[in-house]
């Protein structure tokens, strides 16, 4: 174990992120900034976290990344700030980090690397790529191997499929569609998840066309359950009426780390108990 955590020989490095732009270091990378929490928590389970000398507000797992010097955070990230840490190696997020950003760290010379999961099978995929990027490839199989097999033990199947609404925003009405990672995971607890055909990665609901789809459960990831009170005056979709509400902890199951299995545990637990009473 203790092999796996120490830093491989300073060869070059290289790995395919989620653009398909193929990332070449001349050697691993030593000092890397990452701009989504799930980045964050990606390196440090692969070893690297001694590598990370900057992050983006909110990165706070686990506990020694609440240290890391902050670069931004959504409302605006500062290149200045980024290149001051003289980093060779930028870790992006895909969806999240402005593409100029990313256009000027690249113009500068800078190294990134844009992490997207959107299948569960990514996440393993990441920890390989980010492993061999900072030395750590052994660390990175390692975490791989295991997440793998933890998803393999969780799926589960229902007899009768729920039909799943994922609520991200409530007003307006928001849900994530097929192309987004939780979708996959509500899938793999044998759930169906409404309006996953949409073409877009949030899309927006009309209570009309909610009321259409007939959900039997509601999700939403939150701190606590003051989000479903909401819903009780719809107590004609089947979700209000059995009392299928359920709070996820936001995030395990927003982040698409190591912990998203932590997340899927809690849907997969959520939608067992909602077929039980169908």
Same mark, same amino acid.
């Given at each position: 174990m203790l092999s796996a955590c120490l830093p491989e020989a300073r060869a070059s490095v290289s790995a395919v992120d989620a653009t398909g732009k193929r990332v070449t270091l001349e050697s691993p990378a030593t000092r890397v900034v990452a701009l989504a929490p799930h980045a964050v928590e990606m390196l440090y389970a692969v070893g690297a976290g001694d590598a990370l000398v900057g992050a983006i507000a909110g990165s706070d797992y686990p506990p020694a990344a609440r240290a890391l010097p902050r670069v931004g955070s959504y409302r605006g990230l500062s290149a200045e700030a980024i290149l001051a840490r003289r980093p060779d190696l930028v870790v992006t997020w895909l969806s999240g980090t402005p593409s100029a950003l990313v256009a000027r760290l690249r113009e500068l010379g800078v190294a990134v690397y844009a992490s997207e999961p959107r299948r569960l099978a990514d996440v393993a995929e990441e920890l390989r790529e980010l492993?061999?990027?900072?030395? #750590?490839?052994?660390?990175?199989e390692t975490r791989a191997r295991a997440f793998l097999a933890r998803l393999a033990s969780q799926r589960q199947s229902l007899a009768e499929p729920p039909r799943v609404f =994922? @609520? %991200?925003? #409530?007003?307006?009405?928001?849900? %994530?569609a097929g192309g987004q990672i939780v979708t996959q995971v509500i899938r793999a607890c044998g759930g169906e998840p409404l309006f996953a055909d949409q073409p877009v990665l949030v899309a927006q609901v009309s209570r009309e066309a909610l009321i259409a789809a007939h959900p039997?459960?509601? +999700?939403?990831?939150?701190?606590?359950?003051?989000? @479903?009170?909401?819903? @009780?005056?719809?107590? +004609? +979709?089947?979700?209000?009426?059995?009392? #299928? +509400? =359920?709070t996820l902890s936001p995030d395990l199951i927003s982040r698409p780390g190591p912990r998203l299995l932590d997340g899927m545990a809690e849907v997969c637990a959520a939608l067992a108990d909602t077929a039980a009473t169908q």
């Open positions: 492993g061999r990027l900072t030395g #750590h490839a052994a660390g990175g =994922y @609520q %991200l925003g #409530h007003e307006p009405l928001t849900t %994530l039997e459960a509601i +999700l939403a990831a939150a701190p606590d359950d003051g989000w @479903q009170a909401a819903w @009780q005056r719809w107590s +004609l +979709l089947p979700a209000v009426r059995e009392n #299928h +509400l =359920y």
